[in-house]
């Protein structure tokens, strides 16, 4: 980065701390996070805590929410569908060049998902939030039953303490160059993961190599992962339809897919490492 740049990014980044969301804004956004009781559908053996309780006990252990989103709901229930939070460090000492390092939670109240947290990266440039798979570093995965809010702020900090491992591991990518052959070759393992048959997907692997700003352009395994990733979850590419029909590819809006096609991206990126 020039200076310019250099000072942008380091603004850009004091202004992704200073946006934590507000309970207001998470109430509007995120309502499932304030569920009263669980699904009519589920049994007594299902220990209802809501997500709320558990978000109060991240954010006084120093962690605060900064994105929130949920899924379409189940039998017209809102307050019970599968809700995911993205949540970072109160003062974050890990220093990464252009990302911050999170902690991402997934919770629902229909029986349809566990608490879960896994390690996340938001990247300032491009506002890219990558999800980490479970191969790189282990999900935790709490169950509805007993004391969960323990045991979900104790793996958040355990997950926050290996920051500076997910740092290294970024910064061998970004040291690691690509041939363009290999950056095809990753492409089209990525169009695979996004759709089952790469015949029916309509569209070049080189498509998702296009960068979709300056700071994108580069050979190393890191802006391509990031790249890739954005062009396969945000959508909006060319495409040809089975038909023939010409139609742009659809933005991820799955909490379920975004969270798979993450961490399957994630694992090829670091099979590249590997090599």
Not at 105 to 116: K, R
Not at 245 to 272: F, G, H, K, M, P
Request: charged share 25%; aromatic share 6%; net charge positive.
């Amino acid at each position: 980065m020039n200076a310019v740049s250099t000072s942008m990014f380091f603004a850009s980044r004091s202004t992704a701390f200073t946006h934590a969301l507000s309970m207001e804004a998470l109430r509007e956004q995120v309502p499932a996070v304030f569920a009263p009781t669980a699904h009519e559908s589920l049994s007594e053996k299902y220990t209802f805590i809501p997500t709320e309780r558990v978000l109060s006990g991240l954010m006084n252990a120093g962690f605060v929410p900064v994105e929130g989103r949920q899924a379409q709901s189940r039998k017209g229930s809102p307050l019970h569908t599968r809700h995911i939070l993205r949540m970072r460090r109160r003062f974050e000492t890990v220093q990464l060049k252009d990302s911050i390092p999170e902690i991402v939670f997934l919770n629902s109240h229909d029986g349809t998902s566990a608490y879960q947290l896994r390690v996340g990266i938001y990247r300032v440039i491009c506002t890219n939030g990558l999800i980490v798979s479970q191969g790189a570093f282990p999900m935790v995965r709490v169950n509805h039953r007993g004391d969960v809010v323990d045991a979900v702020i104790t793996g958040a900090l355990e997950m926050a303490e290996r920051f500076e491992v997910l740092a290294g591991q970024v910064e061998l990518m970004e040291q690691r160059s690509m041939f363009k052959d290999e950056q095809i070759d990753f492409a089209a393992q990525a169009l695979a993961i996004r759709f089952e048959d790469i015949a029916q997907a309509g569209m070049q692997p080189s498509a998702l190599l296009a960068p979709r700003r300056v700071e994108d352009v580069g050979d190393d395994l890191w802006r391509v992962l990031n790249r890739v990733q954005e062009n396969l979850l945000r959508g909006g590419l060319s495409r040809r339809s089975v038909s023939g029909r010409l139609t742009r590819t659809r933005r991820i809006s799955s909490i379920r897919e975004d969270v798979r096609i993450n961490s399957r991206l994630w694992d090829l990126a670091s099979q590249r490492l590997a090599a």
